[in-house]
């Protein structure tokens, strides 16, 4: 396995229990480049990018970037090597979503102006792009729409609700829920995705297709649950609302459930206390 990296968001010290693996090779490159890779490929999996609203909002040209270019890039690799292609696409397709739950026939709700309109609609690229070398070139392609996931080895400067609520409760600090906390989200432990884009690549075709736990909560409840796990005492403090934050996010996994076989499997509160025990080791 080669993994390609420009460690805009991630790092490296994610990497750092694959080193004594003989199967994995990392290189540093930047995927809106040319990259020349030797040798078969099989699969190429495409999930470069910022996700989280504020470091998108930090890099949004690149982020831009690596929905449009990298995606042509990668797909492009992948016809050169008779690869299959898996594009890792994302619940903002669908924006602040006026259909609930989201199936994957909704085109969704978009600002393209606005601070998400860079990810959002690179990302609605990058699907274009998928389905044009798959009509246009016969490329084998999939493309997950995944909705919000946490798990360990997210970033503590991440951004997002789970690392930053999980942050705050740990160090005692107030948990910064933004607007009235009303809005709803739906979160997946990383585990059931896993299993979901392997299940994608063995039995998925090359309509898109939602991975992501339907349960859902809102942000104030989300924050509440972390505080009782954590045992904290934080408070609950209330910040402005992010232009264009989506008041719902919901997804319907009929079609994983029908055609992968394939539903998640770890409670909300199970896959938040995993999560909570990676954040008590590095916060
Ligand atoms: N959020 C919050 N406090 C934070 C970070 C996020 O209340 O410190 C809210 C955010 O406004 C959104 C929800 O939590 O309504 C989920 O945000 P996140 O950044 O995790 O992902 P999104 O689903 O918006 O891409």
């Not at 699907?127 to 009509?135: G, I, L, N, S, V």
């Not at 942050?167 to 600090?173: S, T, V």
């Not at 009303?182 to 994608?200: K, P």
């Not at 992501?212 to 796990?229: F, H, M, W």
Request: hydrophobic share 40%.
């Amino acid at each position: 396995m080669l993994s390609l990296d420009n460690f805009i968001t991630g790092s490296r010290d994610n990497l750092s229990m694959l080193g004594e693996n003989p199967d994995f090779e990392f290189r540093q490159a930047n995927v809106n480049e040319h990259v020349a890779v030797d040798g078969d490929v099989r699969y190429v999996l495409h999930f470069a990018s910022p996700a989280s609203p504020p470091q998108y909002d930090a890099n949004p040209i690149h982020t831009l970037k690596v929905g449009t270019l990298g995606t042509m890039n990668m797909l492009g690799l992948a016809r050169a090597k008779n690869a299959t292609f898996l594009l890792a696409s994302t619940s903002e397709v669908y924006g602040d979503p006026l259909v609930h739950p989201q199936p994957e026939t909704y085109w969704g709700n978009v600002n393209p102006i606005g601070p998400r309109g860079c990810y959002d609609e690179a990302k609605r690229c990058a699907e274009a792009f998928a389905m044009a070398y798959h009509r246009a070139h016969g490329v084998d392609t999939r493309i997950i729409r995944i909705f919000n996931t946490h798990g360990p080895r997210m970033q503590v400067l991440d951004g997002r609700a789970v690392p930053n609520f999980m942050a705050q409760a740990i160090r005692g600090q107030p948990l910064t829920v933004y607007g009235d906390g009303s809005q709803t989200r739906s979160l997946c432990y990383v585990s059931d995705l896993v299993r979901g884009v392997l299940a994608v690549l063995e039995k998925g075709d090359d309509m898109p297709v939602n991975l992501g736990n339907p349960e859902e909560v809102t942000v104030l409840e989300l924050a509440q649950i972390i505080v009782r796990l954590a045992g904290s005492s934080s408070a609950i403090e209330f910040r402005p609302l992010p232009v264009d934050d989506p008041k719902q996010r919901r997804p319907d996994i009929a079609r994983a459930r029908k055609l992968l076989e394939w539903q998640p499997e770890v409670p909300l509160e199970d896959g938040l206390a995993r999560t909570l025990e990676y954040f008590r080791r590095v916060v």
